[in-house]
């Protein structure tokens, strides 16, 4: 024994965490076959990694591929873990992390959409300026009889947010997002 | 039934199961019947090339499978029920995942068309085990089934190995389907990559060849890569002249007996294998994975070193320590690049480590096993070193159970080949070791197989015993008796006060009477000197023995990291006083654990 060591604690050694959390968007290309997304989603929840927003469709039916897009955050060093243990399920074809992919290519981010619908009830003057705003957002309405309106609207999340936010006092009902849709910049394929 | 008739042959879905076990080689399956699996076990009776070894319970099956994997380096295969069947085989399935054991489990479900409709012994054994085994399949198909189970031996067997589940719905096994053989069509999504990076290993050699303080740590990929990555390891270790040690589950690659050899590594290991990693300058990691019972306090860990860490699982490397070079490869095909770049590049310059062995001579001379002897009691460790010295020149595999016996066997007992070892180091299942010590028996039918047990885990899968007796597997359970969960004590000692709360078991069963209830042969010594005549009688009965060996009750295992320390701060046995324990670690600490 080394009495001047401080005994720090537990046999499970708890490192404390210095480094920042970073946010990067993940593409992984899977087999489309039952239960691949619980697969995924369980290694998350399982391993205590964060899920911001997740996207999943078949994108390839000859080959029954389904490409499946996750945000996420974490240090780089978890980062790191989250794309090797992405990796080990069996029917993942690829990961790629698209955020530190586009560093490499010299680029700020990666390009990400998101599709909302969002719809509006109210009438007289909510309602001419809920409809104004749309058009300042080029957010096209699919829905609308005399009491209320749906928007479609696409873009970056922050600009979903906002357009919801200004919606809010104007009679705002209901909200549903796909999630982010991400791929990098260039001709290059993950 | 030969391989050239099964070529794409109409089959029921039962038939497809057994004709696909026997292609993929399998001679002996451990298993336990019921409803789901009722069309599969028909099969199993009608055919001789298959030995069906009935289990008393499905967790001691999967254990059973897991002994039996790891002494042949071939799958193991079990076969449930649906239901309790399958809950029952999770504890296996989650213990061959964290020690890479590859197990292929097939289950029963209930009919397709009752699927979710919580029908009797229904569970989602997909959803159930998805976390817990390396792939799962639900087979709704009887034409998937072949290649289904195809792929589970490929999945298992390659890459990092370790459990899979098939589950097979009932009329499933009714239905007819075609059978293909199995061929290789590899799905393009799982291609586990083999091949080190030839760069990096030219990086690693140089970088071993400028240590001055280096050290190998190896540990269970070692193993699991096969009888030429062990031989490989002892040819490096022999080329470059470092002291090696290993992790639990790595026991045997390198032989103790081997003159490098420092003793298993980790908050159990030796003074010597510690204090090595801590002062190395060079940390060459071979198919180990930097668990938290290895490293002790990880910004402690090993703090002035360079470190190279193999493994054939990417995301074991920079998981719980960043090393400085990461090459993903097995095991064996990397030794073998490291070794003829070794003898390619390097004159090896052994005077140049003599520093470093005088510094490793040093630490040895702690003798940092020892123990008090006592005359009138046996100790636990004397007994471990006499099963060692009476069976070493047998052809012996020895299992364990969980707990201060099992260290004291990794400590004590000198292994020599890999293949040798079967313990839970991962997981740490108590009642592990008698099922497991079935399965290799079953294996090895000359072979002499010991369970080095502890009193209280040998209860929790003593029922095997019953399944050792019908099969005539004459294992020996070597039962360390103290009446303690006595890990369990350590810690209470070392964190709680000394409370012992429910760590002793005050109704403990007559072994001898258990023993010949089941059908075998009980042995009890409680007297130092009447040790070794026991321990012979134990190895020439050709029944299963459960030999209770009266123990020291309150002996406790040191050397010892204390929690949350570094590999330098290691609490030897002659520090142990009473205060030493009860101080070792503080209030602060208790609240942490």
Redesign the interface.
Known sequence: ??PH???????????KETQVPERHTLSVL??NE??VL??VI?LFS?RGYNIESLTVSETEHEKHLSRITIVTSGTS?VL??IK??L???????GVVDLTVRAGELGQERPLERELALVKVAGTGDNRVEALRLADAFRASVIDANTEHFIFEITGKGSKVDQFIAIMRPLGLVEICRTGVAAMNRGPESM | MSNGQNERREMSGAEIVVQALIDNGVKHLFGYPGGAVLPIYDELFQQDEIEHILVRHEQGAGHAAEGYARSTGKAGVMLVTSGPGATNAVTALQDALMDSIPLVCLTGQVPTTLIGSDAFQECDTVGITRPCTKHNWLVKDPNDLAATIHEAFHVATTGRPGPVVVDIPKDVQFAKGTYVPPQIAPRMSYQPKVQGDLEKIKAAVALMASAKKPILYTGGGVVNAGPEASHLLRELVDLTGFPITSTLMGLGAYPASGRNWLGMLGMHGSYEANMAMHDCDVMVCIGARFDDRITGRLDAFAPNSKKIHVDIDASSINKNVRVDLGIIGDCGLVLEDMVRLWRATTKADKKALYPWWEQIARWRARDSFAYKQNPDVIMPQYAIQRLYELTKDRDTYITTEVGQHQMWAAQLYGFEKPNRWMTSGGLGTMGYGLPAALGVQIAHRDALVVDIAGDASVQMTMQEMSAAVQYEAPIKIFILNNQYMGMVRQWQQLLHGNRLSHSYTEAMPDFVKLAEAYGGHGIRCDKPDDLDDAINEMISVKKPVLFDCRVANLANCFPMIPSGKAHNEMLLPDEATDEAVANAIDAKGRELV
């Open positions: 024994m080394n060591l401080q005994p720090t604690g537990s046999a499970y050694f708890i490192a899977v087999d039952p239960g619980a697969r369980g399982g060093h790191e873990q090797h243990q990796e080990r399920i069996v029917p993942v074809h």
